[in-house]
């Protein structure tokens, strides 16, 4: 068993005497709970392949919402199958995505 340092035996000894409150809030114990039901709910397994960098972009993600990355994967699964995910396309990325299908559509068009 590994040795704890003096921080973590304090906090150890505050956490035994009771006298560590949370500091979270009502929505964000709400989001936690939501996140734990969904999580026990699961009843399939689903495996998919990721690039590397998605995938810690996934993580990194998760770990500043608090959640597992997996649960954070499968709520924003859920939330667009639900229709409740809407896609943020900023004004300069819009602009060539655009011009690129015109581009495409044009090349069809002439075929």
Request: positive net charge.
């Amino acid at each position: 068993m590994a040795t704890l340092g003096s921080f973590e035996q304090d906090l150890l000894s505050d956490y035994e005497a009771g006298s560590l409150r949370s500091v979270a809030t009502k929505s964000e114990l709400a989001k936690l709970k939501a996140a734990a039901r969904a999580t026990a709910t699961k009843n399939r397994r689903v495996n998919i392949r990721l690039s590397s960098g998605d995938l810690q972009d996934i993580q990194a993600r998760a770990l500043q919402e608090g959640m597992p990355y997996q649960t954070l994967i499968a709520s924003i699964l859920h939330k667009y199958v639900a229709g409740r995910l809407e896609e943020r396309v900023a004004a300069t990325a819009a602009a060539p995505k655009s011009k690129a299908r015109s581009r495409r559509q044009a090349r069809k068009a002439d075929a």
